[in-house]
């Protein structure tokens, strides 16, 4: 559900809803470029509770060898995190994104009002 701030100290901002809605389609896509995730800092001792984040991967460079990839996994890095529960949150319960980086874009674009299908859309291509 559309909001202008997410986090205690609004570490995910939007303009408008079109921002909004064009983010959610960029973290549909499941192309291996973003990911949710639960990390366990609570049993870890690091934090009072979960954290709930998305991460953001990019390909290592395609001239890399083949061994190196397998040795990095999936090929994907981390280029940067984003550690806002309340957005996390707020996707997963209004929006049908699962934790994870595989996500139905069918169930999530069912989610979003009709006329923001063109900033979603968008935010798929990007």
Not at 6 to 34: C, H, M, P
Not at 58 to 70: H, M
Request: charged share 20%; proline share 2%; hydrophobic share 35%.
């Amino acid at each position: 559900m559309y909001k202008a701030s997410f986090g205690k100290v609004g570490q995910i901002r939007f303009n408008n809803q079109n921002e909004y809605y064009e983010l959610l389609g960029f973290l549909a896509k499941s192309n291996g470029g973003t990911k949710l995730k639960w990390e366990d800092n609570d049993v870890k001792g690091t934090a009072w509770g979960k954290e709930l984040r998305i991460e953001f991967f990019i390909l290592p460079p395609g001239n890399l060898s083949a061994y190196l990839k397998q040795t990095l996994g999936n090929g994907f890095r981390i280029l940067s995190r984003v550690n806002c529960n309340e957005f996390v949150r707020d996707i997963v319960n209004n929006h049908n994104f699962i934790m994870g980086g595989i996500q139905n874009i069918g169930n999530i674009r069912g989610t979003i009002p009709a006329q923001f299908h063109t900033d979603f859309d968008r935010g798929l291509t990007l």
